[in-house]
RNA sequence: GUUCUGGUGCAUACUUGU
């Protein structure tokens, strides 16, 4: 019963999950500590802490108490939703409980600290952990390493992969997969093969992410040739490109302005029976709508829409971008009216679009209508808007206005660029 | 049988005489 219960779970069906916990209770099946863990983590995916509770106190009149993989799953959930100070206070509540923190629950922790840039607390927290005696694991290392990695910090990350092998450890495939990423991100292709080549040196199999890694690595650096080869080599080697791999080589495509090998290889994704998600629609609206193709862009978000994918506020301001500088004032009150209807409401990108695009045409009075909404909407004018309006002025031949701007930008602790 | 780690649009999306 739990392991059914834990695969509804991991397939994210709560609710079913659910409703079959409470059928296998009607029929007398009493639920133990495992049963528990599930429950709760089924809430949590939902982030329904609420339910949790009154779950514990249900289960408690039953005689099960919380583990310290409830915890563990507590912990989690908590650090996800973003709630780090929770998550740490529940660390500290587990010694009155009785319970002893293990190395999930730190690894829990550490995550969220890596994941909310709070990498300095994630580094004393490591300390910590050795300190109350516990030894680390490979993901513990992992966790820093993709911390580190994310924030570009080569020397940090490097210093934490060497500590993987001092603590007798054997870096895995997310080790590899931290490095090769880092590199990849900065560009540093020959250094990201260098790993590459190490993991299989010591017998790991690169698997679709690593590949996609590569592929993202020498895209970025405008490489589609080289990515190419890479998605060759990985079928090679009977890995099969997944929606991320196509997703990633489509980006590269668009930002190339390479927009008919993107339409290629779109169709060549969906032959293949890999359905396009949010991601590769919005990547190529994006590219289309860059390379002044917003027809194109359109079918496609129809297309989208039809696919029942949901488009973002990426997807609505790169579309609204598009027209406004067609000049299709029309559609971009439709994409407008469209989105907030769909309870997303403009951003400082969506108001920057509009600003800019009334300057250019040197409409100030009407880009300040704007100004003023997204003003009252609490979004404060950055750089970009306010060089717009000094744009505006200087197309509309008010030069000594522009200068008044300048002046207020400065007051208003804006630094001009 | 239950909890913790890696890849894609987007925070490099909007301004920059062209």
Same mark, same amino acid.
């Given at each position: ?12 069906? @709560? ?12 029929? +007398? ?39 310290? @993989?409830?915890? &563990? ?68 290392? &992992? ?30 495939? @997310? ?26 040196? @010591? ?174 909407? +609490? ?39």
């Amino acid at each position: 019963c739990n392991s059914l219960l834990a695969g509804l779970v991991r397939m994210d069906w @709560v609710d079913m999950a659910r409703d079959i916990y409470h059928e296998i209770v009607d029929m +007398g099946v009493s639920p133990n500590i495992y049963t528990l863990n599930i429950m709760v983590n089924a809430f949590c995916k939902d982030r329904r802490f609420d339910k949790v509770d009154s779950f514990l106190l249900e289960m408690a009149e039953k005689g099960i108490f919380p583990d310290v @993989v409830t915890y &563990n799953t507590l912990i989690d959930a908590r650090c996800r939703a973003g709630h780090l100070e929770e998550a740490v206070q529940l660390l500290n509540s587990m010694d009155d409980k009785g319970l002893k923190p293990d190395v999930a629950t730190y690894n829990a922790v550490l995550n969220g600290f890596c994941k909310n840039g709070q990498h300095g607390k994630a580094k004393e927290l490591l300390g910590e952990m050795l300190d109350v005696g516990l030894v680390p694991n490979v993901s513990t290392f &992992n966790i820093l390493l993709g911390g580190f990695c994310k924030i570009g910090d080569t020397s940090e990350t490097m210093r934490i992969y060497d500590k993987i092998a001092n603590s007798g450890l054997i870096p895995d495939i @997310v080790s590899f997969s931290c490095m090769i990423d880092l590199f990849a991100k900065k560009g540093d292709m020959n250094q990201a093969l260098a790993y590459f080549r190490d993991m299989k040196g @010591v017998g790991l199999v690169p698997d679709n992410v690593i590949y996609t890694m590569l592929i993202g690595g020498f895209c970025r650096i405008g490489l589609i040739s080289e990515a190419l080869k890479m998605r060759d080599e990985m079928v090679d080697h009977g890995c099969l490109p997944d929606v991320v791999t196509y997703n990633t080589i489509l980006n590269g495509m668009c930002k190339e302005r390479r927009l008919s090998d993107s339409d290629q290889l779109f169709y060549e994704m969906v032959e293949r029976g890999i359905s396009p998600d949010f991601c590769t629609f919005t990547t190529l609206i994006y590219g289309y709508c860059k390379d002044g193709q917003v027809e194109k862009a359109l079918r496609l978000f129809d297309k989208m829409l039809k696919s029942n994918l949901k488009p973002d506020i990426v997807t609505y301001n790169s579309l609204i971008d598009g027209c406004c500088k067609e000049g299709n004032m029309e559609k971009v009150n439709e994409l407008w009216d469209d989105m907030c209807r769909r309870g997303m409401f403009p951003n400082h990108i969506t108001y920057s679009i509009l600003i800019d695009n009334h300057c250019s045409k040197g409409q100030v009075e009407e880009a300040f209508r704007f100004w003023d909404e997204m003003v009252e909407n +609490g979004i404060l004018p950055n750089v970009v808007t306010y060089n717009s309006i000094i744009k505006g002025y200087c197309r509309s031949g008010d030069a000594s206005k522009a200068e008044k701007f300048l002046g207020k930008m400065v007051n208003d602790c804006v630094v001009p660029d």
